[in-house]
């Protein structure tokens, strides 16, 4: 599976000046369809004081993943806005990348709901999220 850089990008808001907070976190796509999207991000950069991996770092990777798919679902002319988000840190990681594989549990008119499992360059699981975001006319 590819990824439509051009819609991506439409999608993420680059040009609007100063870039997406994914962008500024090192997130990049490897796979974007309404039915999954895969996405790695680096640990150095997104660490807490401990030299760990920021629990918020991955609620933005897991977040990032499930918005995009979101407004994939969503379509042409309409918008994906997150309005929940869970998620459940099982370990640390310190190096390397973080990878979130991201698929749709719920894909309607008005609303996506996403599971996102993270995982170290080991395919040890970092984090299970959970995404919700509502659908809407742009």
């Not at 040009?15 to 997130?27: Q, T």
């Not at 002319?77 to 990348?97: D, F, K, L, N």
């Amino acid at each position: 599976m590819s990824v439509d850089t051009e819609r991506l990008a439409e999608i993420m808001g680059s040009g609007s000046g100063g870039g997406s907070l994914g962008e500024r976190m090192g997130i990049e796509f490897l796979e974007a369809s309404p039915e999954r999207v895969v996405g790695r991000m680096p640990v150095a950069g997104n660490t807490q004081p401990y030299g760990l991996l920021h629990g918020g770092a991955s609620c933005v990777l897991a977040e990032t993943l499930g918005s995009v798919g979101s407004a994939l679902i969503a379509g042409e002319g309409r918008i994906a806005v997150g309005i929940e988000i869970s998620a459940t840190h099982h370990r640390s990681a310190t190096e390397g990348h973080i990878t979130g594989v991201a698929v749709p549990v719920h894909a309607g008119r008005t609303l996506a709901t996403w599971d996102i499992e993270i995982t170290r360059e080991d395919g040890k699981r970092v984090c299970t999220s959970r995404l919700t975001c509502m659908l809407r006319d742009a």
